[in-house]
């Protein structure tokens, strides 16, 4: 049995190094292929000021939590704003890759999936000035039916992915079965998997998104110190438009998608905070060395 832990509990005995990544994109980019997105509301320059905006109170909150982070970011933001890039890399934080366009790779080709990549790899590292280890695919969208993505990112020079989730509850993505907590996969890359726990037979994600919005923030320090007791770190994902004080107001969404998208979205940087308390972070290109991931 594991002990209850309240919000006010401070954990110090553990020696369990958990990753806080964010996924570095703007709202609407986020959502144009979870629902339609009116016209008006596509519009770039916007979507770079909320970024930046973001991202800054993102970085600033992460700093006062003394966390060091992965930021998982897309190649077209290195591109349009390298500031934001180089602002992430200047406070002590892991540069990571998002894809180009946070397209779902559900729908490309391996061509087109490996010239993405390449593109977004040696961009980032260029504006970075560091070299780039990591690869998230946008919305998960690395699924079962075709793992081929996996191949293709060792080809290329990754050292670790971040994309499954051993669930099959999700609409859009899921890979069920697979190992849960980091484990090498058959082709020698690391996987660094999106964080579960089981209920009713069930293999349910938490401490991400929507997740993290929407569980009572004692629930989910419970579930992190109940894989403390195992010894397994916890991958927790965030975005900037869930942190920060900027995300625009879509109108004319079904009440589904307006509680899925905004519920808890205005002090989200609150719930974080609350969740991540006591606990122990770092990188995860850090954790991975820790665990044996040869470079
Ligand atoms: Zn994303």
């Not at 992460?62 to 290195?78: E, M, Y």
């Not at 934080?93 to 894809?99: M, T």
């Not at 894989?227 to 927790?236: R, S, T």
């Amino acid at each position: 049995m594991w002990a209850p832990i309240g919000e006010r509990s401070t954990i110090t005995d553990s020696q369990t190094t958990h990753c806080l990544s964010i996924d570095v994109e703007g709202f609407v980019e986020s959502m144009q292929e979870s629902f339609t997105v009116p016209g008006t509301y596509i519009d770039r320059t916007r979507e770079s000021s909320e970024i930046g905006a973001n991202v800054e109170a993102t970085l600033e909150l992460v700093d006062n939590l003394g966390i060091r982070a992965t930021f998982f970011v897309l190649g077209r933001i290195a591109q349009d704003q390298p500031e934001v890039v180089r602002d992430i890399v200047s406070n002590g934080h892991e540069v990571a890759c998002h894809s180009f366009y946070h397209k779902r790779i559900c729908g490309q080709t391996p061509d087109e999936f490996r010239e993405d990549v390449i593109r977004a790899k040696s961009l980032l590292e260029d504006v970075a000035g560091q070299r780039v280890y990591g690869f998230r695919a946008p919305d998960f969208s690395i699924v079962s039916e075709s793992m081929w993505e996996l191949a293709i990112l060792k080809e290329v020079g990754f050292k670790y992915d971040a994309s499954l989730t051993p669930t099959d509850i999700h609409d859009v993505y899921g890979n069920p079965g697979i190992e849960k907590g980091i484990h090498v996969l058959s082709n020698g890359l690391c996987e660094f998997p999106a964080s579960t726990f089981a209920l009713f037979g069930k293999s349910i994600p938490f401490g991400g998104g929507g997740y993290m919005r929407l569980y009572p923030v004692w629930y989910t320090r419970r579930l992190i110190h109940k894989h403390e007791l195992n010894d397994l770190p916890c991958m927790l994902y965030m975005h900037p438009y869930e942190l920060g004080p900027e995300i625009p107001q879509i109108q004319g969404i079904s009440l589904y998608r307006k509680y899925r998208h905004y519920h808890n979205v205005s002090i989200g940087s609150n719930r974080l905070a609350r969740v991540v308390n006591g606990f122990r972070f770092d990188t995860a290109i850090s954790i991975l060395r820790k665990h044996g991931l040869k470079e």
